[in-house]
């Protein structure tokens, strides 16, 4: 049965307006989830915010209940058994549902994404290495997608395989994937952020993205175009500090652009297994480590503070940019963000950045 600290926990996230970052904030100020549902409702007010209400307990306990049906378990951020990748990742979910086998978070994860019209070829690939990868001790990891992402997850289901879903665990997508669905569930690992039976929707997806990259220790693009989600996800993963990998194609292959545009901007060229492991080795890594260079902390002064507000645009930017550019403390700054993405004048997209509300 969940605790009073669970329920407020999942209560608090399911609270409209408190996002992943947003429910960080309030859990580094007042300690518990108990303790910052008590402040939500006067910082809402506080903001200019009306009709503002708390998520329903009643709901958030018929939520338990379902994952409790349907054999799930969940995981709360900040807890030991949560994923320490992904703990560390700044847009991080605050909580998630996992189905499956649970001991496979605790494994080396990469991460394989494509396209959904995947080639033959492509295909064939995607199968080989993530069979290769499994049994080398890799748990292989995507988005329950048709074309790569499914001929990934089905030949690492023997080893492992871990699905990271747009939509609720109870919600089979896409359709006609029932099988793998039922397979992952039982030999691999589900795994969602979202209410059980939500059915997925367009903007469910990058979040998607970000949790695999998040989840992962590198990522590799199989197929993809420019623009494409694995693209997405890609970027997420530099973003978060992740090893982007990407096999190369034919240049009259648009399914191919996205993989040749990745290699061009210095992501590990992957011909087989032998390559994957290579670039996770420990040398390599630590030879990266070692070449990166060190900030400079004169760049980081500020001599005059200007409003929040004011330096953002409508175009996402980076959260921590804005903090350093307006001057303040980064718990003053942070706490006007806050304000102002529940007052709804500020948006924050998958990647975790910030924009001016249309």
């Known amino acids: 049965m969940p605790t009073e600290e669970d329920i407020a926990h999942l209560r608090l996230i399911r609270t409209p307006r408190i996002g992943p970052k947003n429910f960080r904030k309030l859990i580094n ?27 329903d307990e009643k709901a958030v306990l018929a939520e338990f209940s379902h994952g409790r049906k349907i054999g799930a378990k969940p995981y709360f951020l900040g807890r030991s058994e949560y994923p320490s990748a992904l703990g560390i990742a700044p847009d991080a979910p605050p909580f998630f549902w996992a189905l499956g086998r649970t001991e496979l978070l605790k494994t080396r994860i990469v991460g394989m994404v494509g396209a959904r019209n995947a080639s033959s070829l492509g295909t064939r690939f995607a199968r080989s290495l993530a069979q290769a ?37 109870s919600t089979v997508y896409p359709p006609g994937s029932e099988t793998l669905h039922h397979e992952i569930g039982i030999s691999g690992l589900r795994l969602s952020e979202h209410n059980l039976g939500l059915q997925p929707q367009a903007r469910h997806f990058p979040r998607r993205n970000y949790v695999l990259a998040g989840l992962c220790e590198a990522l590799i693009v199989v197929e993809g175009a420019s623009g494409s989600g694995s693209l997405i996800t890609a970027r997420a993963a530099l973003d978060l500090g992740r090893e982007v990998m990407a096999v190369p194609g034919h240049p009259f292959d648009a399914r191919a652009s996205g993989c040749n545009a990745l290699l061009k901007d ?10 994957v492991l290579e670039a996770l080795s420990p040398e390599r890594q630590d030879a990266i480590t070692a070449a990166e260079p060190t900030a400079d902390p004169a760049d980081r002064k500020r001599e005059k503070t200007r409003p929040i507000l004011s330096l953002i645009g409508p175009t996402p930017s980076p959260e921590d940019a804005i903090i350093r550019d307006s001057g303040l403390s980064v718990s003053d700054a942070a706490r006007q963000i806050a304000e102002l993405e529940l007052a709804g004048q500020i948006t924050r997209d998958a990647g975790g950045r910030i924009a001016r509300s249309a």
Not at 38 to 53: C, I, L, N, Q, S
Not at 266 to 275: E, P, S, T, W, Y
């Open 29 to 55: 100020t007042y300690g518990t989830a108990t303790k910052a549902l008590e402040y939500v409702p006067k910082m809402a007010a506080d903001a200019g915010v009306k009709g503002f209400t708390l998520a």
């Open 133 to 169: 990868l499994g049994e080398a001790g890799l748990t292989v990891a995507s988005g329950l997608a048709r074309g790569i992402d499914a001929a990934a997850h089905q030949a690492a289901l023997e080893t492992g395989t871990i699905a990271v879903q747009a939509g609720g665990l």
């Open 266 to 275: 210095g992501a590990v060229l992957i011909r087989n297994a032998d390559d």
